[in-house]
């Protein structure tokens, strides 16, 4: 299993540039689904991820081809309708297929996923909406197994916002008959990409980033050829892994609207940044300021940037109070964050975290993607040596994220 060492203390200085988003690439595979022809998807980050989603397409019976950022998928024959759960276990986004299996072939098996390091993630949402469009679904050893000659739009309601669930019915509801309004629907940009590209094939979508979408099906849609989005959440880790190093980064290919709440909390923490275009510069304190954090839905502070924040707060001047909302178990990075020397007591979905003079590097374990880059933003400021272990987790979402740091300075190296 490799591992990442870094040796921490360096001032990152340069530019990098970042990757299409793994949120937005992984829902636009799966819309290929909807189609007969080949689809072709541009700006594609090579992840874990990706791959082992064209691993499940091509299990359905796709061609599959990456190369060069590009995505080539063939999809005139489909041969099963079913997501194993060795699928669904590696990557919970493999539920993404139930939605467009069941709008174009009027069947699909998904297994059912379990709970996984940061929460219980069910996802009743998704089946309550497919059953509202008309959909006959059973759940047996594991597997969900749904049903429909064509689906009809229906009225939803979302209870909770949830990202995955709104794409699924929104690819869904594409090909069904008549409209479908989902209410309380996400908003997150990766929503609004999915929204885009769908129309950009013939799909009839209005609202997508408000909290109602309303959808009118179409008989048929025509191949993808779509470009994804620049990764909102690996730009924020740059802009910490700048921050917390009191570096000097020019982060290109960016997409700094969607990530204002980010920029905003991390500003108030006594970095300067300035954005023009897709490029924004960051240039970090001496010291940081501690400031409080809530994560919710876009458009405020993502989950997925709480854990890197978290590392920064943990050398930060004064005391900052961070609070989960989303998932109820994605405090994992604590425990990991206390070996290197921090000092963060968790109560309930509240984390205290007193900021330290230094961190010292430590033998660390990834737990989940965005813990581990957390634990490469404390490496990269700790005192002496960090060694990650369980990259794999880190591989899933980050592209070539050692050989970018590499290029911004950073003593760090990939152990096979
Ligand atoms: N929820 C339900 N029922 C459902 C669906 C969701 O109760 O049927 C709950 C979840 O348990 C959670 C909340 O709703 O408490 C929000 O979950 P959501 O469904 O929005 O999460 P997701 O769609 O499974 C996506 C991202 C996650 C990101 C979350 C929140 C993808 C592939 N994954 O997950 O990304 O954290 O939205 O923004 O888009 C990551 O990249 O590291 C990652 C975990």
């Known amino acids: 299993m490799d591992k990442i060492e870094i040796t921490g203390g360096i001032i990152l200085r340069g530019e990098v540039a970042i990757s299409g988003a793994k949120n937005a690439v992984l829902p636009l595979m799966t819309a290929s689904i909807l189609s007969s022809g080949e689809s072709v998807i541009g700006n594609v980050p090579h992840l874990r991820d990706v791959r082992t989603m064209g691993s499940l397409l091509a299990h359905l019976g796709f061609g ?216 924004l510069t960051v240039k970090g304190p001496e010291r940081l300021t501690s400031v409080d954090i809530k994560t919710v839905p876009y458009p405020g502070f993502p989950t997925d940037m709480q854990a890197q924040f978290m590392a920064m707060m943990a050398v930060a001047g004064g005391t900052s109070l961070i609070t989960e909302n989303i998932f109820e178990n994605r405090f994992m990075h604590v425990a990991e964050l206390r070996r290197m020397g921090a000092d963060i007591t968790v109560e309930g979905s509240t984390a205290t975290v007193k900021g330290v003079n230094s961190l010292k590097g430590a033998p660390v374990m990834a737990t989940d993607l965005r813990a581990s880059a957390s634990l490469v933003v ?4 700790a005192e002496g040596t960090t060694v990650i272990d369980r990259v794999y987790h880190l591989d899933r979402g980050y592209e070539k994220i050692e050989e970018k740091l590499k290029m911004l300075g950073a003593r760090i190296r990939r152990v096979k």
Do not use: W
Request: with cysteine; charged share 20%.
């Open 64 to 279: 599959f081809h990456l190369e060069n950022n590009e995505i080539i998928l063939n999809t005139n024959k489909i041969t099963s309708v079913d997501a194993p759960y060795d699928f669904v276990k590696t990557m919970r986004a493999s539920v993404l297929v139930l939605g467009p299996l069941l709008a174009r072939t009027g069947k699909a098996k998904v297994s059912l996923p379990g709970g996984c390091a940061i929460g219980a993630r069910p996802i009743n949402l998704h089946i309550m909406g497919l059953e509202k469009m008309g959909a006959k679904i059973t759940l047996s050893e594991g597997y969900i197994e749904a049903k429909a000659k064509r689906l009809k739009g229906a009225a939803i309601h979302f209870d909770t916002q949830t990202v995955t669930g709104t794409e699924n019915l929104m690819m869904a509801a594409t090909l069904a008959e008549g409209t479908t309004v989902l209410e309380n629907s996400a908003c997150e940009p990766e929503v609004v990409d999915l929204a885009n590209a769908l129309i950009s094939i013939g799909a009839k979508i209005e609202g997508a980033g408000t909290s109602i979408i309303r959808i009118t099906g179409v008989s048929k849609l025509k191949p993808l050829d779509y470009s994804v989005i620049p990764d909102r959440i690996e730009t924020a880790t740059f802009i910490a892994a700048a921050a917390i190093t009191q570096g000097e980064v020019k982060i290109k290919k960016c997409m700094p609207g969607h990530l204002e709440a980010v920029i905003n909390k991390i500003k108030e923490a006594g970095v300067k940044i300035s954005n023009k275009n897709d490029k």
């Open 378 to 381: 404390a490496g990269l400021a």
